[in-house]
C-alpha cells in the first residue's frame, strides 16, 4: 500500500512557512565575506554533528567534539563517542556532495549514509542493508517498550515506498520543509535499522532541504533546536494511539509532528538570517559561488593558505591522513581542475599555489 501521510495544512504550518521563506530570502541576498561564511558553515556543521550524537547519548562537549574532528585530540575512554562523531561529521559532508550532484534521494543514498554514521566515517564504508530481524524502542530507565517498529520483511517495502512518495511529493509541490518533516518521521516509524536511525533520520531531512533550495548555503543546526528540549522532540514524535506499529502508527494524523518540525526549522533559519546579516554589515562582497565550487577537502585546505603561499603534498598528506602517493594524485587532480597552480614544479619538492579564481577565498 502506497505510503500517503494524513496531515492538515493548520495556520500555524502556514505562518511557519512564510517565515521559513522569508529568512531563507533574506540569507539568500545578504553579502557574506567568504572567509566569513567558511567559518559560519564550519561551526553549523561542528554544532549538528555534537547535537545530533548528544541526542543519541553521546558524552564528548562542543569543544572537544571540535577538536576530535579537527584530528587535535584523542579522548581515552571515548573512543565510541569520537566514531559517532566522525561518522556523523562525514555523513553531513556526503549530504553535502548529494546535494551539489541534485538527483532525487534514493534508497542507496539513504543506506550509504546510514554506513558512514556507522562506520565512524570511513571513506570505504559500504550501504548499509536494512535489518533482518525484529528490533524494538526501550525507555532507557525502565526499560518498557515505547515502541515495536514493522517487522523486517515489511521494511524494504516501506522504505521503497517512502522514496516514491518523496518523488511525488516534489511533483505535486508540496513544500520541502513539509516533505523533510515528513520523511523524518516515516524514517523513524519504519526504524530500518538496529541502531543509528535518529541520526540518519536527521540527515534524511537535511538532504530533503538542501535539494529543495532550502540549504541557507549550509549555515544551519536543526539538531540543536531538537537537543533543546529532547523531551518535546520525543514527545512530537510519538504519535498514534499504540506502540505497536501495527496498531494505528501507520495511520496517524501527523499534523502535530509538522506543527513542531516546521515551527523548529523556522526558528533555526531565522537564527541564520540573524548571524549572517551581523557578518553582512560588514559590508564585504558574498563570495559563496566561488565556495560552492569546492568540495569538503578543498574548502579544509584553505586553510593551509591562510598561513603560507604554497603548499606540498607532505602538507596535504598530515591534513588527511593520506598516504603520499595519494596526497600527490589529489594535489595532481585538483591543479588540473584549476583549484591549484603549480608554483615550483621540482619533482620531490613540487608546491602548489591557489588558483586566482580562489585567492578571495583568504580574505
Known sequence: MPFEPKFSFTARIATDL?????????????????????????????????YSTMIEGNRLTQ??????????????????????????????EKVEQFARAGEAVTERQVQLLHALVMAGGRATAKPSPYRDGQNVIRDSRSRDIVYMPPEAKDVSGLMGDLIAWLKSSERAGLPSPVRAGIAHYQFATIHPYYDGNGRTARLLTTLILHLGAYDLKGLYSLEEYYARDLTAYYEALT???????????????LTGWVEYFCRGTAESFENVRNRAGEAARLGARDASAQLRQLDPRQRKVL????????????????????????????????????????????KKSRKYGLAGLFQGLLR
Not at 521559513?20 to 564550519?42: D, F, M, N, Y
Not at 587535535?72 to 563517542?81: I, T, V
Not at 602538507?315 to 591522513?321: A, I, T
Open 239 to 253: 504519535v498514534g494511539p499504540s506502540h505497536n506499529y501495527y496498531l494505528g502508527r501507520a495511520e496517524s494524523d
Open 63 to 92: 569543544e572537544q567534539v571540535s577538536k576530535v574532528i579537527g584530528k587535535q585530540e584523542h579522548f581515552p575512554g571515548r573512543e565510541r563517542d569520537e566514531k559517532e562523531v566522525l561518522g556523523y561529521y562525514a555523513a553531513l
Open 303 to 346: 586553510g593551509l593558505f591562510r598561513g603560507s603561499d604554497t603548499i606540498t603534498s607532505h602538507d596535504v598528506e598530515r591534513l588527511f591522513k593520506l598516504s603520499r602517493r595519494t596526497a600527490r594524485d589529489l594535489l595532481s587532480r585538483w591543479s588540473q581542475e584549476g583549484f591549484l597552480t603549480v608554483a615550483d614544479p621540482a
Open 18 to 50: 512564510m517565515r521559513i521563506e522569508g529568512a531563507r530570502q533574506a540569507v539568500v541576498h545578504l553579502p557574506i565575506t567568504a572567509s566569513v561564511l567558511a567559518t559560519l558553515r564550519e561551526t553549523a556543521r561542528l554544532f549538528s554533528t555534537h
